[in-house]
């Protein structure tokens, strides 16, 4: 399978498209259908589907996309936090975390240690 380019991605835990836990694959395999039409993987017909450029809000769906560019799924993309870039590499990491990005898992497992 060739990897699949899809656009930048903007987080915004704030303002915009949060997904339940159990449909994070759900909602990857519609982005990748989004930039690859023809792929096989297309669940249904979902709003967010319409926005030029959606906006993420929820960790566990940058932590889906870092994976699928790990497994070889599609291209290292970049991530737009508050106005500051971010790459994602071949093995799904990022080189550079601005103080905020994807703090809130981290937070409350801390809480709980």
């Known amino acids: 399978m ?45 709003n967010w589907l319409y926005y030029e450029n959606p906006i993420i809000g929820s960790e566990l769906i940058i932590l889906a996309l870092r994976a699928r560019v790990k497994k070889g799924e599609i291209e290292p993309f970049s991530i737009n936090f508050k106005n500051e870039w971010m790459k994602v590499d071949n093995d799904g990491r990022i080189d550079y975390w601005p103080d905020g990005f994807c703090k809130y898992f981290d937070n409350y497992l801390l809480e709980i240690l």
Request: glycine share 4%.
């Open 2 to 46: 060739n990897k699949i380019n899809i656009d930048d991605i903007i987080y915004d835990p704030i303002n915009d498209i949060v997904v339940s836990d159990g449909k994070i694959d759900e909602f990857v395999d519609n982005l990748i259908f989004k930039h690859n039409p023809e792929s096989e993987k297309y669940v249904g017909d979902v």
